[in-house]
């Protein structure tokens, strides 16, 4: 599987804007980019994901880089909810496809 | 959407014990369904996976074996339980047209 790196942790501050990175330089062409968040003690839930073109949904928004080796994911106005362990994961499009996790971000957003 | 019923939140059980943790699935037919575990400050582990009934793939070699009785359920089995087996377990799913994947709110199984 392709390896995703994302830096450790970030902070943010309440209602600024929070972008969080990752790189993926061997990512195949048939890989989507998934991003997850995990909440203390909660299982992961499903935040976005894309291919090639940037993607927003009423939580995040996805910027894909053109050459597909990083993106970014994009939260608009941080709150205190959204203080998570966020995960970039790339997943191919096979039927029995799998989401390997990494360690991803620890995002603290303070007041 | 889907949902997943994971039960118990929290269990303790004594090292040597049997383990069994049940995953229902509503919401969906024909998911493809997952075991993860989450040992203390780590992250997410790939136990199991399933892409139909009796259909079972493991991730990695341990204690442990999952089963698939019906369409959507998912059974996590221990016959013996070691310390190690510790963790937050947590099951799954990815089902129909959805890209995403559902998980349930797991269980805290602390071996002592």
């Known amino acids: 599987d392709a390896k995703t790196t994302q830096p450790n942790s970030m902070e943010s501050n309440e209602e600024e804007p929070v972008h969080l990175p990752c790189n993926h330089s061997t990512i195949s062409g048939t890989d989507y980019i998934h991003w997850y968040r995990q909440l203390p003690s909660q299982g992961p839930e499903y935040v976005i994901h894309g291919l090639t073109s940037n993607v927003n949904n009423r939580m995040a928004s996805l910027a894909i880089a053109e050459d597909r080796k990083s993106s970014t994911l994009i939260l608009h106005r941080a709150t205190l909810r959204d203080a998570a362990v966020y995960y970039c994961?790339?997943?191919?499009?096979?039927?029995?496809?799998?989401?390997?996790f990494g360690t991803g971000t620890r995002l603290q957003v303070t007041l | 959407s889907q949902t997943i019923h994971q039960w118990p939140a929290t269990l303790v059980q004594p090292v040597g014990s049997p383990l069994s943790l049940e995953c229902t699935v509503e919401?969906?037919?024909?998911?493809?369904l997952y075991w993860y575990r989450q040992a203390a400050g780590r992250g997410l582990q790939l136990l199991f996976y399933s892409v139909g009934i009796g259909q079972i793939s493991s991730e990695v070699p341990q204690n442990l074996s999952a089963s698939r009785p019906q369409d959507r359920q998912f059974i996590l089995s221990s016959k013996k339980l070691l310390l190690s087996d510790s963790g937050f377990y947590l099951c799954a799913c990815r089902g129909g047209h959805s890209y995403g994947y559902t998980f349930g709110s797991g269980t805290r199984l602390t071996v002592v």
């Open positions: 919401g969906t037919s024909n998911p493809n």
């Open positions: 994961i790339l997943r191919y499009t096979g039927t029995a496809s799998k989401l390997t």
